[in-house]
């Protein structure tokens, strides 16, 4: 009589829950995008096969523990089972992340362009103020520029870095973002890195010509017009430096998801509390 069993059931009783999620995990990366994942996940045979890994790696611990107190076999495989929730409800976490805040992220950018257009456009047009309060206009306007680039370039950063970090501390390395989120993610950054580079490019120019014009009452726009530089590499730092206690808070949201699928409402909530997902 044939056997009938999908590969992935075939191999699940020689599975730890750790190695399952990392399975489901390689199984959804074959789909380049997370609608397509998703719309496989949602039928019945599939979904139905994914809960079996779980009743799997319980049968795996029962057969390793034979013979020893029942107690100790019951918290072994509970211990298992919130292992594989916790990745789990983690990956996906990290996954659904820059997808749900893709339109976000593209607004964004969109308006940084959209800001460097209208004052490109007024500055085309002819001169209606003194020059000294055009000056000052200028850069008022650059530095509205330089925080929203700034906070942009942030998210995009602090998107790809914890995905990375994630990947690696907890899913062996795994690329944790599906293909098509990934790319429209470097993407998103080469564009505004280039975005930035171009207004650095335009602002250290006016400071050429101010430095250049001999005029000292012009002078004192310099440091006005250096300060609306652009620092890509401390905008990575500060997100790196931010990393520890982003990866701790996801992991801390993943532990929610499993304190609130056993019911452990207390807990749960302790945690919303103190990352502000509800009010104290």
Same mark, same amino acid.
């Given at each position: 009589? *044939?056997n009938?069993?999908?590969?992935?059931?075939?191999?699940?009783?020689?599975?730890t829950?750790? !190695?399952?999620?990392?399975?489901?995990?390689?199984?959804?990366?074959? &789909?380049?995008?997370?609608?397509?994942?998703?719309?496989? $996940?949602? /039928? /019945?045979?599939?979904?139905?096969?994914?809960?079996?890994? &779980?009743?799997?790696?319980?049968?795996?611990?029962?057969?390793?523990?034979?013979?020893? *107190?029942?107690?100790?076999? !019951?918290?072994?495989?509970?211990?298992?089972?919130?292992?594989?929730?916790? @990745?789990?409800? @983690?990956?996906?976490?990290? =996954? $659904?992340? $820059?997808?749900?805040? $893709?339109?976000?992220?593209?607004?964004?950018?969109?308006?940084?362009?959209?800001?460097?257009? !209208?004052?490109?456009?007024?500055?085309? %047009?002819?001169?209606s103020?003194?020059?000294?309060?055009?000056?000052?206009?200028?850069?008022?306007?650059?530095?509205?520029?330089?925080?929203?680039?700034?906070?942009?370039?942030?998210?995009?950063?602090?998107?790809?870095? @914890?995905?990375?970090?994630?990947?690696?501390?907890?899913?062996?390395?795994? %690329? @944790?973002? &599906? /293909?098509?989120? #990934?790319?429209?993610? /470097?993407? &998103?950054?080469m %564009?505004? +890195?280039?975005?930035? +580079?171009?207004?650095?490019?335009?602002?250290?120019?006016?400071?050429?010509?101010?430095?250049?014009?001999?005029? *000292?009452?012009?002078?004192?726009?310099? *440091?006005?017009?250096?300060?609306?530089?652009?620092?890509?590499?401390?905008?990575?730092?500060?997100?790196? =430096?931010?990393?520890?206690? =982003?990866?701790e808070?996801?992991?801390?949201?993943?532990?929610?998801?499993?304190?609130?699928?056993?019911e !452990?409402?207390d807990?749960? #909530?302790?945690?919303?509390?103190?990352?502000? =997902?509800?009010?104290?």
């Amino acid at each position: 009589m *044939p056997n009938n069993k999908s590969r992935l059931d075939k191999i699940s009783t020689q599975l730890t829950s750790r !190695q399952h999620v990392y399975k489901l995990i390689d199984k959804s990366r074959e &789909f380049q995008t997370m609608d397509d994942f998703i719309s496989w $996940f949602l /039928e /019945e045979e599939n979904q139905a096969e994914i809960a079996d890994v &779980f009743v799997h790696s319980a049968e795996l611990i029962r057969d390793q523990m034979k013979g020893k *107190p029942d107690e100790r076999i !019951q918290e072994a495989m509970k211990k298992s089972y919130r292992e594989g929730q916790f @990745l789990f409800s @983690l990956n996906s976490r990290v =996954a $659904f992340s $820059f997808h749900s805040e $893709f339109y976000r992220h593209a607004y964004n950018g969109l308006m940084l362009v959209d800001l460097m257009r !209208q004052w490109m456009l007024e500055s085309n %047009q002819p001169e209606s103020k003194p020059v000294m309060e055009g000056l000052q206009h200028i850069t008022t306007n650059l530095k509205t520029w330089k925080h929203r680039a700034t906070r942009h370039l942030y998210h995009l950063y602090h998107e790809k870095l @914890l995905a990375e970090a994630i990947g690696n501390k907890h899913f062996d390395g795994r %690329q @944790l973002l &599906f /293909e098509n989120d #990934r790319q429209k993610l /470097e993407l &998103f950054i080469m %564009q505004a +890195e280039k975005m930035a +580079e171009n207004q650095n490019d335009s602002v250290e120019t006016s400071i050429g010509m101010l430095e250049e014009s001999g005029y *000292p009452e012009f002078q004192e726009f310099i *440091p006005k017009y250096r300060d609306c530089l652009i620092d890509l590499e401390s905008i990575l730092a500060e997100v790196k =430096a931010d990393l520890p206690a =982003a990866i701790e808070r996801e992991e801390q949201m993943a532990k929610m998801d499993v304190y609130s699928g056993e019911e !452990q409402h207390d807990k749960a #909530r302790a945690i919303m509390k103190q990352y502000g =997902a509800i009010s104290a």
